[in-house]
């Protein structure tokens, strides 16, 4: 699949800042973009394809069943992507909203100020709402329906996977993404300079 323009241009900004960044290879970053998606709606479909285009685009997406391996920890995996990633991506699907899991990677993207692209997939972000089932803590429901409620008011994508474009979609992702991507570097270099310059 081919990119569009824009992802290539802005994709080789992206990958030509990273050499003039000087880091060796235990400091690199697990992940440049996080996947948050409910597996049973997306995983074989949007989130699946779109792991797959970033790392053909030269990116490095986490997607749970692509970067962790049986005897994993799952929360202590999945927290250090989220903390280490630049840009996440929340994949809004019909049964999002059960999983305890995409609810709490979710609220720590928020709470850690990551950029968050939504894409509402089969689902209207008026129809996402945390559910109290009665197990989960009071203190949980609150961050979870803080983190849904800045997602759906954050511009994302929508997407019907029966009647959608396929590589449109992708193609339109790929770009938010490495937009965003590109953003976060641009903020990284200017906090170093304005930091390197203090102490000059």
């Not at 770009?175 to 641009?186: G, R, T």
Request: charged letters at 30%.
């Amino acid at each position: 699949m081919q990119r569009s323009p824009t992802a290539r241009y802005i994709g080789n900004q992206i990958l030509r800042n990273q050499t003039h960044i000087k880091t060796n290879l235990h400091q690199r970053p697990p992940c440049d973009v996080f996947i948050n998606h409910r597996g049973i709606d997306t995983k074989r479909n949007v989130a699946g394809l779109l792991n797959d285009h970033l790392r053909r685009l030269g990116f490095r997406p986490f997607l749970d069943c692509k970067n962790m391996k049986p005897g994993d920890k799952l929360f202590h995996n999945i927290d250090i992507a989220i903390h280490k990633c630049k840009v996440g991506v929340a994949v809004f699907s019909p049964q999002y909203c059960d999983s305890y899991f995409c609810l709490h990677e979710l609220a720590l993207m928020m709470e850690s100020k990551k950029k968050v692209i939504p894409i509402f997939c089969d689902v209207k972000p008026s129809e996402l709402l945390v559910k109290d089932d009665g197990i989960c803590p009071t203190k949980d429901l609150d961050r979870f329906q803080l983190a849904l409620e800045e997602a759906k008011y954050t511009v994302g994508l929508t997407f019907d996977t029966s009647r959608g474009d396929w590589p449109e979609f992708l193609d339109s992702a790929s770009d938010a993404v490495i937009k965003n991507l590109l953003e976060v570097e641009k903020e990284k270099c200017f906090l170093l300079k304005k930091k390197k310059d203090y102490f000059i």
